[in-house]
T-cell receptor, first 111, second 116 residues
Framework: DAKTTQPTSMDCAEGRAANLPCNHS???????VYWYRQIHSQGPQYIIH???NNETNEMASLIITEDRKSSTLILPHATLRDTAVYYC????????????FGAGTILRVKS | GAVVSQHPSWVICKSGTSVKIECRSL??????MFWYRQFPKQSLMLMAT?????????EQGVEKDKFLINHASLTLSTLTVTSAHPEDSSFYIC????????????FGPGTRLTVT
């Protein structure tokens, strides 16, 4: 699976959009981009995933560049409860394929 | 959404004893379950993958005789830390995937193990 690069930490004001970048320049054509987050002392929570089109759900939007070498997770109106570590992972969506977590980005939402 | 539970949520045990952690999928059948370990201020590290009815596949560097994994049914997997030592103190997290779902892994809330 391709490797990802994320900033170590980011701050965001409550109520503003949080834009979390991820670089995955070696991504293969059949690899998806996944985002998970982990609130302190809890298990990771699935947020969103995509292949090449932009995706949106009730939690977030995922913007993938046309060359697929980078993506951005957008939390449109961040709240204090969105403070967490956000993980960007790329992998092939095949049965049995495992999720390997990198260091992630610590997002601190401040009032 | 699919729910994965873990029991216990935290446990303290003495050095040299064994401790068992359960992972259950509550509303779906999990043909594959994963066990992760997370030390403070670090990311999750995959320990092993287990498929129902077969032996677990361990990641490099993980001792299979120390971390016994049993996936005896489609809703239950257990991790037994044998002869625990203080360095085994960690946050253990399981996740589960059902047969037809290749996209999402559902994570449990984690178990905090402290070995004294």
């Amino acid at each position: 699976d391709a490797k990802t690069t994320q900033p170590t930490s980011m701050d965001c004001a409550e109520g503003r959009a949080a834009n979390l970048p991820c670089n995955h320049s070696t991504i293969s054509g059949n690899e998806y981009v996944y985002w998970y987050r982990q609130i302190h002392s809890q298990g990771p929570q699935y947020i969103i995933h995509g292949l090449k089109n932009n995706e949106t759900n009730e939690m977030a939007s995922l913007i993938i560049t046309e060359d697929r070498k980078s993506s951005t997770l957008i939390l449109p109106h961040a709240t204090l409860r969105d403070t967490a570590v956000y993980y960007c992972i790329v992998r092939v969506a095949e049965y049995g394929n495992k999720l390997v977590f990198g260091a992630g980005t610590i997002l601190r939402v401040k009032s | 959404g699919a729910v994965v539970s873990q029991h216990p949520s935290w446990v303290i045990c003495k050095s040299g004893t064994s401790v068992k952690i359960e992972c259950r999928s509550l509303d779906f059948q999990a043909t594959t379950m994963f066990w992760y370990r997370q030390f403070p201020k670090q990311s999750l590290m995959l320990m092993a993958t287990s498929n129902e009815g077969s032996k677990a596949t361990y990641e490099q560097g993980v001792e299979k005789d120390k971390f016994l994994i049993n996936h005896a049914s489609l809703t239950l997997s257990t991790l037994t830390v044998t002869s625990a030592h203080p360095e085994d103190s960690s946050f253990y997290i399981c996740s589960a995937r059902e047969l037809a779902e290749a996209y999402e892994q559902y994570f449990g809330p984690g178990t905090r193990l402290t070995v004294t």
